[in-house]
Each structure stands twice: as C-alpha cells, then as structure tokens.
C-alpha cells in the first residue's frame, strides 16, 4: 500500500482530524493531528491495519514557532515500505498527553520515559511509576528539557520508597533481589525476582544505571561529532548504531552514497552481526555448561574479530563509517582474506552444530525452557531474532531495505515456539545467512568512490534513520539544528523493546533457569540506558 | 608395618592427594577444549594464597558461621582416615566404619547447609535448600550400594569389603559390582557437585549449589572449605577406586611381593583413571535443569537396587 492510499485511507476514516501532512526521505509519511485523536487513530493502524508501534518520542520545540512540546508516535507498517509518524503538540502550560498504553502495550515504556525525561503526564497510564530515572532523581528536574544544564549534577534526594517494585504476596513467596552488580564482568542491571520455592511468579529489571545522557550530549553538537557519540551507544553494535546515524544524516543532506559504499556497509554489518551471535551461542552454552560448544563458539568469535581486525583495523569497527559512505575503501585488496575467513568459520561452525545437535541433553536442556509466546512478543512489539524466534517475522533488511540489502537474496529465519532453542537456531541460522551475504556483497559491489562528502545540512530538517542490529532494529530519528548541528537525536535500539519481553518470558521458569533465558536474549544494557 | 606410621600415611596420601584431582580432572576438560588449561597443581597454589590471605565474616553471622569450616574439614578428614588407600594400610577399621563415614559426610554437609543459611544472602539459602534436596535423594541410594557390599563381603567395614573383593579379579564383569559401580559413580559426580548436577566453574550464582553455600566464606575459611570438598571427593573415588577395581590380584600376579610403593603406585593409577572418567562424563553432558536431578538420583537408586535384589536372589 502506498503512502497516498494510507493517507486517503485516514483522511476517509478520521475527516477533519488531519491537519497536516507530508510525505519526506520516500517512505516516511508524517501526519500532524490533534493529542487528543492519537489514542483513536493510533489503534487503527496497529489493530486494523497491523502497523507496528516502533518508536515513540518527545521533542522540546518551545524555542519553534509552535511553542510546544512535541511527540512523535512512529508506526511501522507490515507489508510495505511505509513509516507512517504522528506528529502532536503539546502546550507547556498543560502538559499531558493521552496515553495509548492500554491498547498498545508497546508504548508503556516510551511513555514513562517521556514522563520523566521531560515532564510531561501520560493520562490514563496503567503504570505510572519511574522508568528511566531512579527514585533517587529530584522530582521536577526534567533533564531532557532545553532548559536543563546537561552539565549540571542534580542533588542526589533520599527517598522513603528506596524501589518501587510490585510486591508479590502468599505463603511461601519471597524475594530475590539480583544486582546490579554481578558476578561476571557484565553491565549492571537489578532484577527482583518474586518467587515460590524456585518456580518465577514475577520478574522487574531495574535499568539506567549506565545512563550517559547521550541524546542530551548530542543537541547542539556538529553533525559529525555525533557521529562519534552514536558510535558508542553499546560498544558490541557499533556499526549498527553508526549507520543508522549515518543514513539519517544523508537523507536529510540529500545525499545517495556510491554503490560501493552501500555493499561495504553490509558486508560490515553483517561481520558485526556474526561476532554478536557467536558470542551469543558460546553465552547460551557456558549457560547450561556444555564446556566443548562455548569454546568452540568463542574460538570462532575470535577468528571473526580478527578478520574484522585486519580488514578495518579496529576489532569493533569504529570509525569505519562516516557520513555520506566509508571513511576509506577498506574491501580493495582484502577480498581474498575475508573469503578465506569464512570458508574456515563456516566449516568449524558446521561441525559444532552437528556435534550439538547430537547431544539429547542439550536439547533437553534449551527446549521449552523461557517461551515467549507469539501474542506478547506482537504486543510488545519484541524485535530482531527474539521475535523472529516467537513468530514475529520482521527484519528491517527484509521489509524497509536500506544500503545494499534490497539487492542481495536472502532469507531470515522463521520459527513459532519462542523458547530458548528457537533463538538459539534463529542466531545460528542468521550466522550461515550473514556468511553468505558477504560473500555475495563481495562478488556484487562495483568499483568506484566510497564516499560522497557531506558538507551542509538544512536546519530543522528531519529524518529515520534505521538499521537491523544483531539484536534488531534499530531506529533513530534526527532533528537538524543550525549550523550543522543535531537539535533532538532520538536512538531506540533493539534491548529498549525487548528487555520487558525478558521478564515475561522467564515466568513460571525455575530461578536457576534465568540466566541462560537471559543470555538467549543477550540484550544490552548500554544501548537500553543511553 | 608400625600401625601408627600407616595411620600417617593414610592422612598424607589422602589430604596431599586430593587436590592434585581437580587438577586432573580440569587438565581432560580442557584437552576437550583445546586448551592447556590451568597447572595441574593450580588448587594447591591457591589453597595456599587463601591460607595466607585475611578471613572476611560477615556481621549478620552467628557463630555457626565462624565454627563450620573447622567442623566439615574435621568431619572429613575424619572419614577420610576410615577409608584406607590400600590393603597395605589398614589404618583404622572396625565394624560398622562404613555407616560411620557416610553420616560424618553427612555432618559436614548438615553444618555446611546451616552456614550457608546464617549468612542471609540470597544466594546462601537457595544454595542450601537446593543441596538438602539433592542430598536427600541420593542418601538411600549410596546406603543401599553400600550395605549390599556389605552383605556380600559379610561385614560392614571398609576395610573388610575391600579384602573381600581383593581376592576375586575383575569384579566388573559381575552384574552385582557393574550395577552397584554404576549406582555409586552417580552418587560420586552429584556429591562432588559435578555436571550434569551442578557446574563447578560457574560464575552465576542464580545456578549454584555447592558454591552458593560457600559463597560468603573468604580466606583461610574458604581454603578449609575447599580443601574439604576436594577430600570428599578423594573418599567417594577411593571407595570407587578400591571395591570396584580391586587390581591389586594382578600387582600380586605381576611381583609376588608386592610392596607398599607399587600398591601405592596402583592406587594413584585408578585414582587418575575414575578422575578422567568423571572428566569424560563432564565433557559428554551438559547440567540437567534442577527438576531433572531427582530422575538422575532415581537412576542411581534403581541401578543400587537392582544390583542389591540381583544378589539375594542368585548371588554374585
């Protein structure tokens, strides 16, 4: 369906509650409507037409000509390369907005976050408590807000209600409180487990303890300081962050990066996206302590990073990207190497898998163990191979191909069951998938430029810019200011969406269990606190 | 032989030898890897970096916690005297020993559980409620395994056993011994905290049982602790070593006077040999989610009957 259907579609639907319209970067699709209309119109996309809320944000514009604070509700539509964004404003001297929570369960935590990033009320939120800030945070100091001092340190305030869990009650149920500090060398994170005995009842994380602020760092910072900054969103999808950065840049430059750049890109990407799932499947079998597949995975993770090293030299491939292409053509002359790379990875990989996939224990060990059912994933709008393994079939590179993607040929896998064996096999069929796109980006990629330079940007000029992570997608919107700087970045990565799909998962799980529940999903803790 | 110099040696060979076995058990795991893997001395290095180190205790402990350490390594190295290393050694028998090391195993494990619920950490409780579950279920097992021993040797010393399956070649060709070897080597891997049962390596605490109990203990209490476990595990494998694989027929076949250094040289060899068949069993399993481990105790209580009704009903 095109973007003009779908607005015919709203305008024959909803008459009279549009205001404003436009179609920009060819397939976003922005629609400027009334506060109170978003809970109306939002249900219709997502119930009757199967969008997918995919991220959901708040914009201080009260320096714009509006004078208010913004909200951008962006809807992902199946089936067609679409994103339609409703666009509502909000006046500071009222500042709450409808809460759509109770149809779309995805928005419940966009809209806490908003709430505390900048103050402005969700009504009618089931949930209202704090989110992304701690209870330790004064109330009334709005740090997203332009007229907070992102160098200023609030005081630290002593509360009573030291957390604010939900508090499960019945003979024999207790707590377990988890973290944040852990026993391995990992980000910090508290979990509260209510539990009976060792069967879960109920789960919470509490995240943002290595909260940065990098979206209050970004505004008002040149374009390709950013860069950097986007960068370093979570060390372990440092490509993935920097070309979505990247491609939001250059849709708002207005600039098409050359071919070759494009089949880099993915090539790139997909070295990145191997690293991440062998790490994942060695993670899932020191788990459940199958000694000979974590070594074997972690040896072949090694050998990835070091392909990866001596193509880009740098094993996290920073600074690779730049905006408008690569920072240099890193492919010429290291064909063969990488070629070679991958006929051994793919070998020794093939090998592994046989040998585990002999071992009944093993399988006893990861079927039916941490189900995310299919309707939870849907509803939370679970992302990447954690969907793909409950019976969300969405890949970005699939439905709304950027760089290269739309030209290769590939599948991604689709499994129904949810449980910790279908993201195990979604993660190793992705790694044979990743192999092959490289090899096909390699035969594929023309010669020529890498780069097309980015020298100004228009101010107030808007874009998505997305990309698929190891761990999903990954959307960022940017709002140029002017002189070549960032007026509002908003990065929602993959964990953000899938961290309460964690808790719903491990449930009714034996607490033993939740780690490797945990490590099938590996979601970062530096990409969700930002 | 001065009985007094036997009794010595007894303890010697046991405290020495049995951290040398978690070296070799991690040596093969590692071989399985592709790795080197850690010195085959490494638990004695770090028994001894812990002795020298500073004892941390907790403020919320009783003094349960300060008296456990001393408890289990006094309980088991106790038992450890009762299990003699070699027909050569007859350190310390009477009748009955056998009951009596299995229920000083079971004080220290009692005072362990205790110690890792005084602390009031998470981590302590499920340790403890998570090993008094486990050790339950296989108590039967381990008790039946070893009074049908027992009945076929006609008394219930270890030493008395051990003579009686001296005598009689390779015992596991009889269907009473390989039922009961097979009864007795599940009970050694869950005792010692082994996989499939628990994971001996592993950080998360969430999956712990031995170490969740020991989790609070630092310095020269943890190297008690640890050393403990590790002699444990030396008295399940000499029991292993010595009913079972009883070679020494063969050493006497070999060279008739056979001295207390080549016996003691065989027992280091089917030491090493049950030290990398628990290896083995690590390498080919992964650990059974903790709702399994009843089934595995099942097994090995079902494999003890067997053997123990096979007998009375046609002998060995």
Redesign the interface.
Known sequence: MSSQNFLDLLKQRFPGEIHRSALINDNELYVEIYQEKVPELSRFLVEEKSCALVSLFAADERANPSGCFAIYYVFGVTGANLFIVFKTLIPETKPVFQSIACHIPAAQLYEREIQDLFGLEPQGHPDPRRFALHNNWPPGVYPMRRDFDGRQKPPFVVTEKADQFTRVQGAGVYE???GPVH??IIEPGHFRFSVAG?PIINLEAQLFYVTKGIEKLCEGQSIEKCFYFAERISGDETFANSLAYCQAIEKIAGIIPPERANFSRVIFAEQERLVSHLGDLAGICV??????G???FR?LRGWTYQMIEEVSNSRFLRSVNKPGGLRKDFITGNEKRILEYLNRIRKELTETRNIIKS?S??A??VEH?GILSNQIAKDLNVVGPAGRASGVHKDLRKDHPYSAYGKLSFDIPRHQNGDVNCRYQVKLEECFISMDLIIQSLEAMPPGKVREPVTEVEAYRFALGYSEAPRGENIHWIMTGPDNTVYRYKVRTPSFCNWPALCHAVKGN??????LINKSFNLSYAGNDL | MNYLASFGLQILVMVALAPLVNGIIKKVKAFSQKRKGPPLLQLYYDLWKLFKKDTVVSETTSWIFRITPYIVAGAVVLAALLVPVNLNLPSFHFAGDVILVIYLLGMARFFMVLSGLDSGSTFGGMGSSREVMISVLLEPSLLISMFTIGLIAGSTSVYSMMISSAGTGFLLFQPVYLLLFLAVFIILIAETSRIPVDDPATHLELTMVHEAMILEYSGKHLALMEWAACIKQLIFITLLANIFLPLESFLAFASPNSTLMSSLLLYLAKVIFIAVLVAVTEISTVKLRLFSVPNLAALSFILAFLGFFQYLLVGR
């Open positions: 377990i409180p988890v026993a391995g060792e788990d459940i302590a199958h000694g000979f974590a070594s074997q040896m071992n224990l093993f006893d060990r163990t034996v607490v033993p269990d939740f780690p």
